[in-house]
């Protein structure tokens, strides 16, 4: 009978299990599954995996709940869902059910921000905060989509090797006036700011 190399296993199942270290990640849809959440609402479980540096093909587990009763979790899942290059123009264009969600989200990119939270005794990852770009962008709001035009998410198709390009738009920064500086004399009278009628 051959010898098991339990020492090698045990470290095996202990790597699976390691948590990646908090900060922003790159990741790509395994699975997705349409399920119920214990509440009872739909929701979608996923696996996705790390791309690139050191904790690369690492997986992430994320769960998406649609709660129809509550305004503000709506506003997250879509945000979510916005976040992957799912946007209104996907909705209206697929009316899809659940199911059909799920299958769309497998092999799209996402940027994540990680954290780690104790579950049940041990150091689990969660995704605080998910963005639309697999190219570095980091701090992109929720809200905001990357398109290729009206309702054509930047995204790669499932196989590609290149990853999206984003467009989002970006917010021109507004030029403040500058406020002049009153000259300050030790004479007698009130100092005219300069530039200004008498």
């Known amino acids: 009978m051959t010898s098991i190399d ?13 948590p990646v270290p908090e900060g922003e990640y790159d990741l790509v849809v395994n699975k997705a599954e349409a ?9 979608i479980k996923m696996q996705l995996r790390v791309v690139g540096g050191p ?11 649609l709660t129809a009763d509550n ?38 990119p996402v940027h994540a921000t990680i954290g780690i939270r104790q579950f049940q005794g041990s150091d689990r990852n969660e995704i605080k905060q998910l963005s639309t770009s ?37 917010v021109p920064s507004i030029p403040q006036p500058s406020i002049p500086q009153p ?3 030790t004479g007698a009278g009130v100092p005219t700011p300069p530039g200004l009628p008498i």
């Open 6 to 18: 339990w020492a090698s296993l045990r470290q095996t199942a202990d790597d699976a299990t390691k």
């Open 35 to 43: 399920t119920r959440a214990s509440s009872g609402s739909p929701m």
């Open 55 to 65: 904790s690369d093909k690492k997986t992430i587990f994320h769960n998406i709940t």
């Open 71 to 108: 305004a503000f979790a709506l506003a997250m899942f879509f945000r979510a869902m916005d976040a992957f290059g799912l946007n209104s123009t996907w909705f209206e264009q697929n009316n899809p059910s659940l199911e059909q969600i799920a299958a769309g989200l497998v092999e799209r």
């Open 134 to 170: 697999l190219t570095g962008g980091v701090g992109v709001p929720l809200a905001v989509t990357t398109t290729n035009g009206p309702g054509v998410p930047s995204v790669p198709t499932p196989g590609s090797t290149s990853p999206a390009t984003p467009t989002t738009p970006m």
């Open 183 to 185: 000259n300050v004399s």
